[in-house]
């Protein structure tokens, strides 16, 4: 069964063209216009969202954001319209897992999209989000792609996911913020790290709210490192 991607697009010129492009790739493809119409159509069933900014009806910002508050767990990829908004956005947290600025080459997206499937595992299943009462060991358990804390599966995106087997892959020592480009957004990076910090803060986050036991510390200029324990870093 092929991959499934949602387009979400109001322009014909822009959406036609990939949604050919994407089906002749073997992709499952649907398109829906507005941003309203992406978070109803957003399920476990979607692998990953392509995700345009200038929608008719809500900011694609938003549509992000809520997206994953509704526990949408495949990749999304922003589509943004300038390098200099590219930049603005970035810096933003709203949960994706990577951008492209228009006008793209048709086949750099179709790289990015790649790269991001590959590493997505079927969904897993979304965890139920009530606080945990006490810090739990944190397991990472790659061939399953999923991350358990006191019992408890994380509600990690692929990209958070990715950097948390990195860390883990070598607990207690220092992981470089090149390595971490290279691993997990693949060589298709253009010098702008942002993507990663953004990345890094969101998987803190979860990982506190999940309680788990590991604290992830920044060495400034150099890169980030997983330990056990809690202690403030
Ligand atoms: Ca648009």
Redesign the pocket.
């Known amino acids: 069964m092929g991959r499934r991607i949602l387009v979400v697009?109001?322009?014909d010129g822009?959406a036609l063209p990939l949604l050919r492009t994407l089906d002749r790739e073997g992709y499952e493809v649907e398109r829906v216009a507005e941003g309203g119409a992406a978070l109803e159509r957003a399920g476990a069933d979607v692998d990953l969202i392509v995700l345009?900014?200038?929608?008719?009806d809500m900011d694609?910002l938003d549509v992000c954001r809520r997206l994953r508050e509704q526990d949408f767990t495949g990749g999304i990829v922003i589509?943004t319209?300038r390098d200099g908004e590219l930049d603005r956005v970035v810096g933003l947290d709203v949960g994706a897992d990577d951008y492209i600025a228009k006008p793209f080459a048709l086949a750099e997206l179709l790289a990015r999209l790649r790269a991001l499937l590959r590493r997505a595992g079927s969904a897993p299943a979304s965890a139920p989000r009530e606080p945990a009462d006490a810090r739990s060991p944190l397991t990472v358990d790659t061939a399953a792609r999923r991350a358990l804390a006191g019992g408890r599966e994380l509600p990690l995106s692929t990209k958070e996911f990715d950097l948390l087997a990195q860390l883990d892959a070598h607990r207690g020592a220092v992981v470089t913020r090149e390595h971490l480009m290279d691993e997990v957004w693949d060589e298709n990076w253009f010098g702008s790290t942002k993507t990663l910090d953004v990345t890094m803060a969101r998987l803190r986050q979860k990982l506190d709210e999940a309680g788990a036991q590991v604290r992830i510390t920044t060495l400034r200029g150099v890169g980030f490192r997983l330990d056990e324990g809690t202690a403030d870093a």
Request: charged share 35%.
């Open positions: 697009e109001d322009d822009i345009d900014l200038g929608l008719p694609g589509l319209a």
